[in-house]
């Protein structure tokens, strides 16, 4: 039973000889060459134990270098390609601004200009609105300060035109804050700034009075001649009570009924309209004032002769050309030639 088991082991011994023994000639065959081409005949009389294992060595190494991995020769490969591209996509941008990055660029530049544009619109209207509001709030202050002025007007002049300036006093806010609201200026339209100089000289006489108050004649202020001192400021103009009447009332086409609605504080001056004036009652109301001073005794007689007239007719002849043909167009009935014109005197006191 021995016996064969032992020629078993004989016959795979014999087996396995041969195939560790090709190797090894392989190996040695690689490393000799190797060994006499890297390091010369000085290995030749070396050792043969360094021999072998120096060229051994040198060998692994080659085999590391020459023998490169097949993804890392295809990553290099692929990486070679992008580094080509890159440079043509370069050269192409360089000859072609509007393509690729440039186009996409020039649209986000776009997009941007456009969203710009519109915040500038939007910040132009939110300041167009606000300039509306802020004109829309002075008109209505203006409005109600005017209102209020006329209502005080009215309830503190009498029909007659007797001022009670104690009363405007006590309510100076009222006045001035009317003063205040319409300093701007006169609005657009020929009727409408008529109107409104007629009402700021007056206004101003009343204010000159009640700032000096007591007082007993407007001629006992500024050495008799306060019309022509420079006091009144509207707009960017520093005027005087003459400057409004003769430079903004009187200019250009004259119109003489003006003096029967401007007032000087004085007994013997045309009274003092009760009512602001305004574009739509201007006209009318110059007629009226004109009419009734004509025809009111206490400034006119001329239902005899000779006739009897307001020291106004002889001042500003001028103004009215035929004084005759004024006082008979304006009369009420019949009326006799009036031979002689006297002028009667003028009483400065107070209209209180």
């Given at each position: 039973?021995?016996?064969?088991?032992?020629?078993?082991?004989?016959?795979l011994?014999?087996?396995?000889?041969?195939?560790?023994?090709?190797?090894?000639?392989?190996?040695?065959?690689?490393?000799?060459?190797?060994?006499?081409?890297?390091?010369?005949?000085?290995?030749?009389?070396?050792?043969?134990?360094a021999?072998?294992?120096?060229?051994?060595?040198?060998?692994?190494?080659?085999?590391?270098?020459?023998?490169?991995?097949?993804?890392?020769?295809?990553?290099?490969?692929?990486?070679?390609?992008?580094?080509?591209?890159?440079?043509?996509?370069?050269?192409?941008?360089?000859?072609n601004?509007?393509?690729?990055?440039?186009?996409?660029?020039?649209?986000?530049?776009?997009g941007?200009?456009?969203?710009?544009?519109?915040?500038?619109?939007?910040?132009?209207?939110?300041?167009?609105?606000?300039?509306?509001?802020?004109?829309?709030?002075?008109?209505?202050?203006?409005q109600?300060?005017?209102?209020?002025?006329?209502?005080?007007?009215?309830?503190?002049?009498?029909?007659?035109?007797?001022?009670?300036?104690?009363?405007?006093?006590?309510?100076?806010?009222?006045?001035?804050?009317?003063?205040?609201?319409t300093?701007?200026?006169?609005?657009s339209?020929?009727?409408?700034?008529r109107?409104?100089?007629?009402?700021?000289?007056?206004?101003?006489?009343?204010?000159l009075?009640?700032?000096?108050?007591?007082?007993?004649?407007?001629?006992?202020?500024?050495?008799?001649?306060?019309?022509?001192?420079?006091?009144?400021?509207?707009?960017?103009?520093?005027?005087?009570?003459?400057?409004i009447?003769?430079?903004?009332?009187?200019?250009?086409?004259?119109?003489?009924?003006?003096?029967?609605?401007?007032?000087?504080?004085?007994?013997?001056?045309?009274?003092?309209?009760?009512?602001?004036?305004?574009?739509?009652?201007?006209?009318?109301?110059?007629?009226?004032?004109?009419?009734?001073f004509?025809?009111?005794?206490?400034?006119?007689?001329?239902?005899?002769?000779?006739?009897?007239?307001?020291?106004?007719?002889?001042?500003?002849?001028?103004d009215?050309?035929?004084?005759?043909?004024?006082?008979?167009?304006?009369?009420?009935?019949?009326?006799?030639?009036?031979?002689?014109?006297e002028?009667?005197?003028?009483?400065?006191?107070?209209?209180?």
């Amino acid at each position: 039973m021995k016996f064969p088991f032992i020629l078993a082991i004989v016959s795979l011994l014999v087996s396995c000889g041969p195939t560790e023994n090709t190797a090894n000639e392989a190996v040695e065959s690689r490393v000799e060459p190797i060994a006499t081409t890297e390091l010369g005949s000085d290995i030749s009389a070396a050792e043969p134990d360094a021999m072998k294992v120096l060229p051994v060595e040198q060998a692994e190494t080659d085999a590391t270098t020459d023998e490169a991995d097949p993804a890392e020769v295809q990553t290099s490969t692929q990486n070679s390609g992008r580094l080509e591209d890159s440079e043509e996509f370069a050269k192409t941008k360089a000859s072609n601004p509007t393509s690729g990055g440039a186009e996409a660029e020039n649209e986000i530049d776009t997009g941007v200009s456009a969203i710009t544009q519109q915040e500038s619109d939007a910040i132009q209207t939110e300041i167009a609105n606000a300039q509306d509001v802020e004109i829309q709030a002075e008109a209505d202050m203006s409005q109600r300060a005017t209102e209020a002025w006329g209502q005080l007007l009215s309830s503190a002049v009498s029909e007659s035109g007797k001022v009670n300036y104690t009363r405007i006093l006590e309510e100076r806010n009222t006045l001035d804050q009317f003063l205040a609201a319409t300093s701007g200026g006169p609005p657009s339209g020929s009727l409408a700034a008529r109107a409104y100089w007629i009402n700021q000289y007056n206004a101003y006489t009343i204010k000159l009075i009640i700032d000096n108050w007591p007082v007993r004649s407007i001629k006992d202020l500024q050495d008799g001649n306060p019309w022509d001192v420079q006091w009144i400021t509207i707009g960017e103009q520093t005027l005087s009570l003459n400057q409004i009447e003769f430079e903004q009332l009187r200019p250009g086409e004259e119109d003489v009924r003006i003096h029967f609605a401007v007032n000087c504080a004085a007994a013997s001056c045309p009274p003092l309209h009760n009512e602001l004036f305004t574009a739509d009652n201007t006209n009318s109301k110059l007629e009226s004032l004109a009419v009734s001073f004509v025809n009111n005794p206490r400034y006119n007689v001329v239902d005899k002769t000779p006739w009897q007239l307001s020291s106004i007719f002889d001042w500003y002849g001028e103004d009215f050309r035929d004084v005759e043909f004024f006082i008979m167009d304006k009369v009420r009935g019949e009326l006799d030639a009036p031979g002689e014109i006297e002028f009667l005197e003028y009483d400065w006191s107070l209209n209180d």
